[in-house]
């Protein structure tokens, strides 16, 4: 049962994440600093009374998950990107995750209606004992008549207290083995639309990381960053930007993570990037099923 102070935070959650996404979307323009935008989202989902449940994803073109900026990022916004802005609020756990595209060139807009037209004819369909690949086939069809493909192994997600994937798949595709269905919780609904093969690897970088189970010897600074972060928001990701007060410079916090990563204290998530190098957009929105009703947190 989800009671009432619960539905409250994730409504309160979504607020801030959706009035955040609004804001960084009219904010991004050509010639920006991806690292200035990063920054200004997660300044303003504090200032509103959320904590990032993750690192602000950015990812441009063919990346279609998993970049945020590193602290001295240099990549400048171009007029012929394609950027993906993924954010999500947390208020005492409970998560609000949201993603939208832009582009600054109108021949991508097909690419971002149908990821975005996709979306929502998900959300009109989801209600208690739908089944997840019900949605994944309206997905898939919807993406596939503006002529791109649905990213397979990519998918939307269940959410549960300060955790991001707690479960359940929302595939986007029709998915035949995936045949839970919906109930009351909270979901986090995510097509992907490419111009590629809809597929995506890892690629060789890796901006984003979570605390795993604490073994092994730690040094005094790794114990203090590790009590701080699982004091403050447990196993939800976190960034080297959020960790400058435990160095002086980039180098110790990269270290830092370096020595945490080698002692298998981190779940590292490197850069997810399209196969093909297909262009990618995305749209994601937050949905809660109470006993009484089905909302879209994010909208
Ligand atoms: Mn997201
Ligand atoms: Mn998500």
Redesign the pocket.
Known sequence: MIDESIVRMYLKAGEIAKRVREEALSKAKPGMKLLDLAIFIENRIRELGGEPA?PV?LSVNHIA?HYTPVLDDKQILSDNDVLKI???VHVNGYIA???ATKSFNPAYEPLLEASRTALEKALEIIKPGIRANEVGKVIEETIKSFGYRPIKNLTGHSLDQYV?HSGYIIPNYHDRLVRWKFQEGAY?I?PFATTGVGIVKEGNIATIFSLKKVRGRLSDIEKRIIDDIWKSRRMLPFCERWLTKYSRSIEGVRNILKSLAKKKILHVYPILVERANGLVS?F?HTVLITGKEVIVTTL
């Open positions: 993750f994803n998950a993924d954010i999500g995750d949201t993603a991001i986090a995510e995305q994601e």
